[in-house]
């Protein structure tokens, strides 16, 4: 069973950046879209930003030209580099794998807090 796995969390201060990865264990094939989505205490997931497989990105309004969304086709890898981070932006971040034939993939998540 192929697994996502992230990194890249942490702590980051206000004005701050961190750079998060999510890279799969094993092969994956017919991908579409690639996203991240976050969850902060007490709220429900929520996206935050897409790339598909044609690289075209889509961001969540708040995180418009904070966050770039990326990816390495050969390794199927996908990035988020977030800037200029705010308290807001501390929550629980998940990456997606979406396929055109069977289930999503989700990673496990990993922690960002903004905080000074």
């Known amino acids: 069973q192929v697994q996502l796995v992230e990194s890249g969390g942490g702590l980051g201060q206000p004005g701050g950046s961190l750079r998060l990865s999510c890279v799969p264990s094993?092969?994956?094939?017919?991908?579409?879209?690639m996203a991240w989505y976050r969850q902060a205490p007490g709220r429900q997931r929520e996206f935050v930003a897409s790339?598909?497989?044609?690289?075209?990105?889509f961001y969540l309004e708040s995180v418009k030209g904070r966050f770039t969304i990326s990816s390495d086709t050969g390794k199927n890898a996908l990035y988020l580099q977030m800037n200029d981070l705010k308290p807001d932006d501390t929550g629980v971040y998940y990456c997606k794998f979406e396929r055109l034939m069977g289930s999503d993939y989700w990673g496990q998540g990993t922690q960002v807090t903004v905080s000074s």
């Open positions: 790339i598909s497989s044609a690289q075209i990105p």
């Open positions: 094993g092969s994956i094939a017919h991908l579409i879209l």
